[in-house]
Structures are given as structure tokens and as C-alpha cells.
């Protein structure tokens, strides 16, 4: 009897130890697997005094500003494969008392525009700013117009007399939607 | 990108815990030479035994505190990103996944008089901790849009890796009737060490409050994340086996360590033990590199002048501006200083009661109370044993029955509790033909039919030469 407890014993732990196995599972599931994370960043902000909008002195027109900048993670290989959606918020302060057209211009790095935006910004005054804020909502397939560019190029045009006083304020935010695959 | 994803699901099934060196099979059981390596001051028996070099002793350990490997990949028809979200909901910061793997490669033990035993080798160690990154999981996984005001904290980071070998000389001593005391010295060899410790700060994405010009602040809060690694070079290019060989003697960073344990034999039927073991350090001195960044930023984004620009002019590089900005209030230094760490020390402690007729083999009677204490053929008992991890100690509760059924063939089961599971059931065999020592072991038994379910898995074997007492 002894013996065959023995046995029955050695036997059930050499089996558990080597026979145990891994069922009821499926490693290659996690290939389908998307990350579908959404992430907020700031984008650009800026702030133009009346002033500014009365300079002759460069290349541009009276009335009109304009100036650029790298956002070179849009055009990353990992952000272009990944985003599935953005949207931009753009929030505008006008303490001026003139209107102005504002584009906002996505440029790929060999100059070219990928994607332009243009809005309209109602006058205001110092004691009554002008609130404004636009939102656009970009998806796929146009989205991959956002992710060509590495350039954001942002213009600024009175309409009619530039302003004596006050000044013109963006803020701005960014939202991607990101998928990214377990393959 | 997938590199992301697996990250993070290498992290879920990394962060499973298990009490990873815990041998509670092994410990206390004089019948495995190797008993004397949990506590150098047990009860040796024989005059001699060497171990097969390579068979003597070979321990893997795998587990995780918060769920099993059935948990996150069941082939049951839910969605994988559901089982995530799952645990990335239920796990915290504490669940850990662990992993440790032992080979002994030189075990030796003899006797030099009735009283004094002395035990000598080398052994291979790998040990692997990782707490689950919460915070950092729950970023990857759903973003921060959702997140606003909360802050995402570095202390979530919390890994160590060692690869070491260590030479140990141990001598027991038996001072009467009742106390057996040991003490082991070691001397680390550290091969490779990776560990990113004691990280602080956070990141916070909130609503500008008159703290930033933008919509949001984001806010990098008293950031201070490190990254030590040590013999990661000797593992670049074309790595040899004469390269594992020469790793695994001396060439890497030295330390020093001790281990010490003692025995109390209150009566025939009660026995007391304790040990401590790994009580040492290794200084980390070549091939050292420690990654570290700290610093406090708001990022409001980048701003725009609108300067006043002639034809051919180019606008500022706002965007390495910006970069630069970034780089000066967080700047990443890299180190070559050395540094100290702690091995993870261990202690255990056992009451065990025996019972029942003398163990087949043993004298039939101790009647004058003089002689060694004689073995029982069954004992009962508890353990405890506990292990120092970076964010907390680990604790484990051990009740055991031994039975020696034969001259020749021991049995340990044990039932533990511990922060991976409330039932998890061992065996230990033990059996010696002649003076071949063979034993086996392995823990979670009843996962056995299908360990995808099991938080945990651990196995132990060994053969040794042991010769008995003349």
C-alpha cells in the first residue's frame, strides 16, 4: 500500500510538473489589439498689438501679419501612421476695434500647403473683447493632410483701416485620436 | 508604434506577482542539502555532499500580484482591449509581476567534526521585479484628454533587474543539544543590472489658471526619474559563451553579502528556526551608466512673435526654441559615477511540531535526552517569510506537513498565503537511493491543469552526492 501511495504520488507531481500546460488562451489576439488613446496638447499661442498691424517697414503689406513655425511632430512617422482624427480649437481675443481675416496654413516641409483654415474675427474693444472660438474636426482619410505638414503658418489681415489700439490674441489646442496596433 | 502596445502588455504580464524566491518546500527540510542555502543554520546531516554541478539546484519562479496570464489573453470571444481596461482599472501601483531563475553550478558541504559544517559553491541568480505603471499605463492607454487635472506620477516606474553570480562559503556550528547557528559569507558578482528606483513628480494637464498663456498647463511637477544600468555593454556584439563563462566568474561589480540563521530545538517534538539572508551589497563601479532627468516646465506651447521680417528672412526657430527650453529646465544627464545597491534581503522563520513514531531510519528512542534530538515521521508547522522590495516588503505565510514515509523518502506539502494567492498548495519530494539525493518540488499545484490561470508558478530540483554520517 506504501508503495503504491509512493508511486502515485512521484508519479502525479513528475506528470503535474512536466505535463501542466497552458490552455483556454490566444497570445495572437493581442495583434488585433488597438491603443485608441486620445491626448490634449497645447499648440500655438500668440498676441499682436494694434501697433504691429500699422508696420511698413518689412515685407509685407500694411495691415497684414505673419509668421511660422516647425511642429515637427505632426509630420513623425509614428504620428502619421497612428492618427485617426484631430481636432484643433482655436480661441480668439479681439480688444481692437478692426475685423480680421485669420488663415492658419498646415505647410509641408518642402512648402507646399497641406491643409489651410481661414476664419473671420469680429472687432471688438478693450472693454468688450471679442470672444471667438473655432473648432475644426479633421478626420480620416483628410486627416493625413494635418500629419503631410511640418510647418504651421499663421496670417493675420485687417479689414479696412489697421487699428490704433488693443490687440489681437489666439490660443490654441490640439486633440488626436490615436490607433495604434499590436501588429 | 506597436512598440507601445507591446510595452504595455509586457508590463500587465510582467507586473504579476509572485513571492519569487520564496522556497518554503525546501526550507527546513534537512533532508535537501540545499535546505542549508535558506537557512545556514539548520540541522546538516551527513558528513558530505556535493552536488551535481549544474543539477544540483535549479529554481524558477514566475508570478503576479494582480492577475494570471488566463486574465489577459483568455480565448474566450471578449475583446483583448477589454481584458485591458479591465486591469488597467483593477490593478494599482503595488501589483507587481516578478520573475527569478537559480542555478546552482558548485555546491559542496562537509563535515569537519560532530559539532561544525562547512558549505561552499557558486550560484547563478536572475531577479526581476516590475510594479505595474499604473498611471503611465492608464496614459498610454486612454490619453490624457480625459485625465485633466490629474496628475500622472513617476513613482509608478518602479523595476529591477540583477544578474549575478555568487561564491559563498558558510559554516554551521552546533553549539548543544538544542542550538545549531550558522553563518554564510557571499561575495556578489554582479553581470548586469538594470533598475529605474525611487522616481518622483508628475505630469499634469490642466485648465490654464494664470499659469500659462495657452488653453492648458501642462505641468511637468518636480520631476526627478532615473535609469541606472551596469554591464550592459559586456552584452553588446557578438557575446560568446567564453564571455558567459568569464561573466559568470569574477569581472563584474564586487559586493559582499552575508547570510545568517540559527536553529532552537526546544524538545524532541517543537523546533524553532530563523534566518536572514542576503544581507549585502554590490557597488556598481564599471560599465556604469544612471540616466537621469529632473526639472519642473509648463508647457504652453510654442508662442509666436510675428516679427518684423525683410525679404529672405527666415521666421525664429520657435520649434528648437521651444526644444531647448524643454532641454534646460529637464535636462537629461547621463552618469558614469558608481553606485551602491542592496541586495533584496530575505528572512524566514519556522515552529514546527513533530509527531507520530520515530522516522523510519532514526534511533528508535532518545530515552536519556542526551543525543541529537531524533526525527518524528511527521511534523506540522508554520513559516514565515518575507522579502524586501522596493516599494514595500513582501510577506508570505507557509503551513506545512512533512512525512517521511520511508527510509528514503520524504514528503513536504505546503499551504501558503501570500499576495498572490490565498491557496496556493506545494509538494516536496525527496528520495535517495544509495547517496543520490534527489529532490523535487513545485508550488500552485492546483493551476497545474492549466497554468494560464495561475498567478504564479515555481519549481525546484535538485541531485546531489550525500554521504551519511560514519
Redesign the interface.
Known amino acids: 500500500m506504501k508503495h503504491f501511495i509512493i508511486k502515485f504520488i512521484g508519479v502525479s507531481l513528475f506528470m503535474a510538473t512536466l505535463g501542466s500546460c497552458v490552455k483556454d488562451t490566444d497570445l495572437d489576439q493581442f495583434n488585433q489589439t488597438l491603443l485608441e488613446p486620445v491626448v490634449d496638447l497645447n499648440l500655438v499661442f500668440w498676441e499682436v498689438e494694434a501697433p504691429l498691424f500699422n508696420n511698413t517697414s518689412g515685407n509685407l503689406p500694411l495691415g497684414t501679419v505673419r509668421d511660422t513655425t516647425e511642429v515637427r511632430f505632426l509630420d513623425d512617422p509614428d504620428t502619421q501612421d497612428s492618427v485617426v482624427r484631430a481636432d484643433f480649437l482655436f480661441d480668439f481675443e479681439n480688444t481692437s476695434d478692426a475685423e480680421y481675416d485669420v488663415v492658419i496654413d498646415f505647410v509641408s516641409l518642402s512648402g507646399s500647403v497641406t491643409y489651410s483654415l481661414q476664419t473671420t474675427i469680429s472687432a471688438g474693444t478693450v472693454s468688450a473683447p471679442e470672444q471667438q472660438v473655432v473648432l475644426q474636426e479633421i478626420v480620416a482619410p483628410e486627416v493625413s493632410n494635418i500629419t503631410q505638414a511640418g510647418l504651421m503658418a499663421i496670417s493675420a489681415i485687417v479689414q479696412g483701416l489697421p487699428p490704433n489700439q488693443g490687440s489681437l490674441k489666439m490660443k490654441s489646442k490640439a486633440r488626436f485620436y490615436l490607433e495604434i496596433s499590436g501588429q | ?2 512598440y ?3 510595452i ?2 509586457v508590463q500587465i504580464i510582467l507586473v504579476v506577482p509572485l513571492m519569487a524566491q520564496n522556497k518554503q518546500l525546501i526550507y527546513g527540510l534537512d533532508e535537501v542539502p540545499q535546505n542549508l542555502m535558506l537557512n545556514p543554520g539548520g540541522i546538516p546531516e551527513g558528513r558530505f555532499f556535493i552536488g551535481i554541478p549544474v543539477l544540483s539546484g535549479l529554481h524558477l519562479n514566475a508570478g503576479s500580484s494582480g492577475f494570471s ?2 486574465d489577459i ?4 470571444g471578449r475583446l ?2 477589454q481584458r ?1 481596461s479591465s486591469l488597467i482599472s483593477d490593478l494599482s501601483d503595488k501589483d507587481f509581476i516578478t520573475l527569478t531563475q537559480q542555478l546552482e553550478l558548485i555546491s559542496v558541504g562537509w563535515r569537519k567534526d560532530e559539532k561544525t559544517f562547512y558549505t561552499a559553491g557558486l550560484y547563478q541568480e536572475f531577479d526581476f521585479i516590475t510594479y505595474f505603471p499604473k498611471d503611465w499605463a492608464t ?8 485625465y ?1 487635472d490629474y496628475p500622472f506620477k513617476f513613482n509608478h516606474i518602479s523595476a529591477r533587474a540583477d544578474l549575478l553570480s555568487v561564491f559563498h562559503f558558510g559554516i554551521n556550528k552546533k553549539i548543544d543539544r538544542k542550538w545549531n547557528v550558522g553563518g554564510r559569507l557571499k561575495i556578489y558578482n554582479g553581470i548586469l543590472s538594470g533598475s529605474s528606483l525611487n522616481n518622483s513628480g508628475s505630469f499634469t ?1 490642466r485648465l490654464a489658471d494664470g499659469d ?5 498647463a ?1 505641468d511637468l511637477n518636480n520631476a526627478n526619474v532615473s535609469a541606472q544600468t551596469s554591464g550592459l555593454s559586456r552584452f553588446e556584439g557578438n557575446f560568446t559563451s567564453s564571455d558567459i563563462t568569464s561573466s559568470v566568474l569574477f569581472g563584474g561589480d564586487l559586493g559582499l553579502g552575508i547570510d545568517l540563521g540559527a536553529t532552537y530545538q526546544y524538545d524532541d517534538a517543537w523546533r524553532f528556526s530563523a534566518s536572514i539572508l542576503d544581507l549585502g551589497a554590490i557597488v556598481h563601479a564599471s560599465d556604469v551608466k544612471t540616466y537621469q532627468a529632473s526639472g519642473d516646465y509648463v ?13 529672405g528672412q527666415n ?1 525664429p ?4 526654441i521651444f526644444e531647448n527650453e524643454v532641454e534646460a529646465a529637464v535636462p537629461i544627464d547621463t552618469l558614469y559615477s558608481a553606485y551602491t545597491q542592496w541586495r533584496p534581503v530575505k528572512f524566514n522563520a519556522s515552529a514546527a511540531y513533530g509527531f507520530g513514531p520515530t522516522a523510519p531510519g532514526s534511533v528508535a528512542c532518545n530515552c536519556f535526552g542526551k543525543g541529537d534530538p531524533y526525527k518524528l515521521e511527521s511534523e506540522v508547522g508554520v513559516q514565515f517569510y518575507a522579502i524586501k522590495r522596493p516599494k514595500a516588503v513582501q510577506t508570505a505565510l507557509t503551513f506545512f506537513y512533512v512525512r517521511r ?2 527510509r528514503n ?1 520524504t ?1 513536504k506539502s505546503t499551504w501558503t498565503m501570500d499576495a498572490l494567492s490565498y491557496t496556493n498548495l506545494g ?1 516536496a ?1 525527496v ?1 535517495e537511493l544509495g547517496p543520490i539525493n534527489v529532490y ?1 518540488a ?1 508550488d500552485h ?1 492546483l493551476r ?5 490561470k495561475a498567478r504564479g ?1 515555481s ?1 525546484q530540483f535538485g541531485i546531489n552526492v550525500k554521504l551519511e554520517r560514519r
Open positions: 508604434m506597436s507601445f502596445i507591446r504595455l502588455i496570464l488566463y489573453a483568455a480565448s474566450d483583448p482591449s485591458i496614459l498610454a492607454w486612454y490619453g490624457n484628454a480625459d485633466l494637464t500659462s498663456q495657452n488653453i492648458y501642462q508647457l504652453e506651447g510654442i508662442e509666436l512673435e510675428f516679427p518684423d521680417l525683410s525679404q521666421a526657430p520657435y520649434y528648437a514515509l520511508l523518502l514528503l509538494l519530494v528520495g523535487l513545485a499545484l497545474y491543469p492549466n497554468l494560464a508558478a519549481v
